[in-house]
């Protein structure tokens, strides 16, 4: 199997599986317990808040563990939103965020009666600051933007719009899932007050999550029960996906840089061939301010369920931008957004790479998709 599909999930590293071992077959007590197997899984869950705090320059008391991206996402809204009730009900997000924004932002409006602007892209992907700026009333209490779009990897100006926010006085999330451990963060200098990541976009287990609340940041816990991290998101950790993100934040920390320039020459290598070789053919986002893995091309006249059917064929696991909904394919939001017309927005592959990818196996690829789209054009 070629395995090209690395913004929906990661193979979990070698190390993060043997780091996690000991904590589904010995060390099983639980954390909040007093004698030696639960202590050792206590102890396991401090050294990686600290693993997963360093690789955004954070604290590890910032840091808290939740089940992965979607509830990291959900927390910073609802929470964020319900803890300012008495400053206003304005919050601020795009229309290219992931679905666990998106589809809370719908929510907080049809049940808690919140005022959400979905602020445009330009048609590379990228939000302006400016438009964030005008869209800021005085009853504005958050803004969520992305860093790093999921389907397109198009990286947006955090670091402006948290400057903004911070003048503004107006709390700030960014969901960071897809930048997290493959660019460089850093809270402070981002201005950043909240921010969610998931292992298993790094290389970590899936289940394990974190949301970081910058210390000094009013914020209620959303999950209530056994008062677990520090009363904020109560249950009994996940202990083993939690070592294994930590194990999994520790190694793209030691990598990234290196691993970047890898991941960066193999794409562009294969961006390079597919726009040369293959006809007819459009990348989707900004090539300049995106993620080093992630490609997301339109071909002309190509039905990309047909296309991706036979990649699976052959082995080779892709995907396309667009959500499958009783059998039909719907144009993917992020496209529409950026202005595409329906067929581009519907018809996209994205190939998102990872460092256990080989210039052959890029190569191959290449040729089988050559070769492919040349068939199904016929
Ligand atoms: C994958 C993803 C999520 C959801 O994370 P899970 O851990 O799978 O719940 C949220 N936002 C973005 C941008 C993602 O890529």
Redesign the pocket.
Known sequence: MIYLDN???TKPADEVIAAMQPFLQEAYGNPSAIYRIGRKSRDAIDHARSQTARLIDARPEEIFFT???????NWALVAGFESQADKGSHIITTRI?????LNTCKYLETSRGAHVTYVDVHEDGIVDPDDIQKAITPQTVLISV?T???EIGTIQPIREIGQIAKQNNIQFHT?A??AYGHIPLDVHAMNIDLL?A????LHGP?GA?ILYIKKGVKFPGFIHGGSQERQRRSGTENVASIVGMGTAAELALKAQAQNDQIIRSMRDHMLNRILNEIPDVHLNGSLQHRLPNNINVSFNGIDVESLLIRLDLLGIAASSGAACTSGSLTPSHVLLALGLPPERSKNALRLSLSIYNTKDEINTVVDKLKMIVSELRK
């Open positions: 913004a929906a999930s089940s992965g991206g979607t509830e990291s996402d965020e992931h679905h666990a924004i992305m790093a779009n999921n969901d899932v897809q969610s998931s292992s298993h976009k899936k999550g």
